[in-house]
């Protein structure tokens, strides 16, 4: 079945700490892969995404994702985190001959003292 | 702000009744989806419209059903509410097959008592 793995469920972490969320998937097929963020009280919006090409891309506020196929894995990652980077992140897989159907991972909430 | 608009933003009701979730997607988008989140469920997929059609249908219940009308905007009925019913309902749009990215709306969040 397909299905959309995050690993952690709620990570804490100091300002200026680096970040790293993990994503798997079990997909059968070539796969389009995605970052939302919610932060408090807003809608989703799109960090970043990968269709194709060069597996490490670059999102929006300084945060970057590595597909590794072999692994089907999609992590995100920031090398510093801003009070402002509090929000739940959710990792997202469509199959590219199908993108009907964006299947969301559980969620991550992040919380970052100040 | 998405371009995404939905309404109501809240909406507070009692069980077996029935409500109309409503959202208009970004200006030239063709493709709408509906979204449920909850605590215990994350984020789930009910159905998705191209162009007036039903394209794809996720964890959609009986009691729920949608439709595209010829403006583009979209309704999500819900009926029977129960108390599990309670969530947010997030609306989402693109352009259509293969472009990949939605842009979703602010959320109708339901409370059935």
């Known amino acids: 079945a397909q299905s959309v793995s995050q690993h952690n469920h709620h990570v804490i972490l100091s300002e200026a700490a680096s970040l790293e969320l993990g994503c798997n998937y079990s997909y059968g097929g070539t796969v389009n892969l995605f970052w939302y963020v919610q932060y408090p009280g807003q809608h989703l919006q799109l960090l970043l995404k990968y269709f194709s090409g060069d597996p490490l891309v670059k999102g929006i506020k300084g945060f970057e994702a590595e597909f590794i196929k072999s692994k089907f894995s999609f992590n995100l990652r920031k090398p510093s985190v801003q009070w402002s980077d509090t929000a739940e992140y959710f990792c997202?897989?469509?199959?590219?001959?199908?993108?009907?159907?964006?299947?969301f991972g559980a969620g991550t909430t992040v919380t970052v003292r100040a | 702000d998405s371009g995404v608009t939905q309404t109501p933003k809240h909406l507070i009701t009692a069980t077996g009744q029935r409500v109309t979730l409503r959202c208009s997607p970004r200006?030239?988008?063709?493709?709408v989806y509906w979204y449920q989140q909850s605590l215990d469920q994350g984020l789930q997929f009910l159905i998705q419209?191209?162009?007036?059609?039903?394209?794809a249908k996720g964890n959609i219940l009986e009691r729920f059903s949608a439709q595209q009308f010829p403006d583009l905007h979209s309704e999500l009925n819900l009926s029977s509410l129960e108390l599990g019913d309670s969530a947010l309902y997030f609306c989402?749009?693109?352009?259509?097959?293969?472009?990949?990215?939605?842009?979703f709306g602010e959320g109708s969040r339901l409370t059935v008592l």
């Open positions: 200006s030239g988008d063709l493709s």
């Open positions: 419209y191209y162009n007036g059609e039903e394209r």
């Open positions: 997202a897989v469509t199959l590219r001959s199908n993108d009907y159907k964006l299947s």
């Open positions: 989402a749009s693109n352009l259509g097959p293969n472009t990949g990215e939605l842009f």
